[in-house]
C-alpha cells in the first residue's frame, strides 16, 4: 500500500469528461475507494467499489476497476467547476481498517 | 445524523510542548482512525481504535498516542512537539473493520 500511483494533475473543460487514474499496490484490496478533498476541509468518501466488481456507477460518477492490472479509474461525467479539488485514491487489506492513499491528483475545471 | 467532528480547527504550539486533539465519531460507529496529512508525505495512517482498544498502529514513534472512550469519542495526543509535526491531522469513522471511513474536517497544527 506504500505507492499508490496517481497523476498529480489533470485539467478539463467544464462540460467535459474527467478520468483519474490509480494503480494500486495489492492485489488482496478488499475495497478500493475515491476521496475528495476541497481546500481547507477534510476528506469526502465519494465512492467506493468492492473488489469482486468491475464497474460501479453513481449518478455522474464511474468507477472502473481492472485487478488484473491493479488499475482503479474514477470517470466524472459533465465536469463542474465545483468539481474542482484533489481526489485520491485508497485501499484497504482484508481484515485491516487503515487506508493507503494515493498522492492524489489535482482536478481543475475550467470555465 | 451529524458527521465526524474534530476540535479545534486549528492549533499553535511551540517546540517541545504537547497536544491533544479531539474526535468525536458518527453516531452508533465504533471504528475511530487517525491520519496525518502533509505535503511531503501524503496521508498516512497513524492509528486505529475499536471498542477502546487500539487495533493497529502505523509507523509513527511513541510521542504519537491515542485513547477512545466508551463513548467511542477519541483523542490523539502528541507529546515533545517537533516542528515536523505540523500537519493537518485528520480522524476517521466506520462502523466496523473495512467499511467506509467517513473524515472529518481535521485539526491543522502549526509548530512554531
Known amino acids: 500500500g506504500e505507492d499508490v500511483e496517481q497523476s498529480l494533475f489533470l485539467s478539463v473543460r467544464e462540460g467535459d469528461s474527467s478520468v483519474i487514474n490509480c494503480t494500486y499496490t495489492d492485489s488482496s484490496s478488499t475495497y478500493l475507494y475515491w476521496y475528495k478533498q476541497e481546500p481547507g476541509a477534510g476528506l469526502q468518501l465519494l465512492t467506493y467499489?468492492?473488489?469482486?466488481?468491475d464497474m460501479k456507477q453513481d449518478q455522474r460518477l464511474t468507477v472502473l476497476l481492472n485487478k488484473k492490472d491493479k488499475h482503479l479509474s474514477l470517470r466524472i461525467a459533465d465536469t463542474q467547476t465545483g468539481d474542482s479539488a484533489i481526489y485520491f485514491c485508497a485501499e484497504i487489506y482484508p481484515g485491516a481498517n487503515n487506508l493507503f492513499f494515493g498522492t492524489g491528483t489535482r482536478l481543475t475545471v475550467i470555465p | 445524523k451529524a458527521g465526524v467532528t474534530q476540535t479545534p480547527r486549528y492549533l499553535i504550539k511551540t517546540r517541545g510542548q504537547q497536544v491533544t486533539l479531539s474526535c468525536s465519531p458518527i453516531?452508533?460507529?465504533?471504528?475511530v482512525s487517525w491520519y496525518q496529512q502533509t505535503p511531503g508525505q501524503g496521508l498516512q495512517f497513524l492509528f486505529e481504535?475499536?471498542?477502546?482498544?487500539?487495533?493497529n498502529k502505523g509507523n509513527f514513534p511513541g510521542r504519537f498516542s491515542g485513547r477512545q472512550f466508551s463513548n467511542s469519542r477519541s483523542e490523539m495526543n502528541v507529546s515533545t512537539l517537533e516542528l515536523g509535526d505540523s500537519a493537518l491531522y485528520l480522524c476517521?469513522?466506520?462502523?466496523?473493520?473495512?467499511?467506509?471511513?467517513?473524515f472529518g474536517d481535521g485539526t491543522r497544527l502549526s509548530i512554531l
Open positions: 453516531s452508533g460507529h465504533r471504528s
Open positions: 481504535y475499536f471498542s477502546e482498544t487500539q487495533r
Open positions: 476517521a469513522s466506520s462502523l466496523e473493520v473495512e467499511q467506509p471511513q467517513h
Open positions: 467499489i468492492f473488489s469482486n466488481m
